[in-house]
Nanobody, 116 residues
């Protein structure tokens, strides 16, 4: 059974930083592209960043430069470092992967709130 468990969400002031983690189990983690999505209240879920099995990264154009995705295959964990956070970054952040079978897996989400 595949599980993706996010952690690290919190209330942070504008300009602050957070690092989200997503621990994966039930898959050969190193094989798969991993992604972070987010969903703000009243908005559609949007792609934040992806990282391939080889470590190649892609970002939403609006977030590149402030967010960094990384992975530790030894720990079956993908990270999202978020710097210079803005109120518009407030959202639930989800971890995602799609297996070779086409089955998609989502984590339960972690809440990030940026507010003074």
């Amino acid at each position: 059974q595949v599980q993706l468990v996010e952690s690290g969400g919190d209330l942070v002031q504008p300009g602050g930083s957070l690092r989200l983690s997503c621990a994966a189990s039930g898959i050969i983690f190193s094989f798969y592209t991993m992604a972070w999505y987010r969903q703000a209240p009243g908005k559609q879920r949007e792609l934040v960043a992806t990282i391939t099995s080889g470590g190649s990264q892609n970002y939403s154009a609006s977030l590149k430069g402030r967010f960094t995705i990384s992975r530790d295959n030894a720990k079956n964990t993908v990270y999202l470092q978020m710097n210079n956070l803005k109120p518009e970054d407030t959202a639930v952040y989800y971890c995602y992967t799609r297996r070779f079978s086409g089955i998609e897996n989502w984590g339960q989400g972690t809440q990030v709130t940026v507010s003074s």
